[in-house]
């Protein structure tokens, strides 16, 4: 199930803002996941887009479809494009 499609600079300096976009973005699935006892894989990768640059891709993948399904009922099913600052030096991903 895809989660973030979102274009990144690929500059190692711009690494702290992805990482950072991560990190605050998935707290709240990785504490869902933990308080329902759901097994889910969190998978990243970067994809180079001609065109656009670099492309951060992730996806959670779940041991069953009725966990997929209650994920999608909680979270919803709209992939994240866009990283965007949450406070001072704090990211998290959004939508365009």
Request: one cysteine or more.
């Amino acid at each position: 199930m895809q989660i973030v499609k979102c274009m990144v600079n690929d500059s190692s300096d711009y690494e702290y803002l992805y990482e950072s976009a991560i990190n605050n973005t998935f707290q709240k699935y990785f504490k869902w996941a933990d308080e329902h006892n759901i097994p889910v894989n969190f998978i990243k990768s970067f994809g180079d887009d001609l065109t656009h640059g670099l492309m951060l891709d992730i996806k959670a993948d779940f041991e069953h479809k009725e966990d997929e399904a209650q994920f999608m009922l909680t979270f919803g099913n709209k992939i994240y494009n866009k990283i965007h600052e949450k406070e001072m030096m704090e990211f998290e991903f959004g939508y365009k």
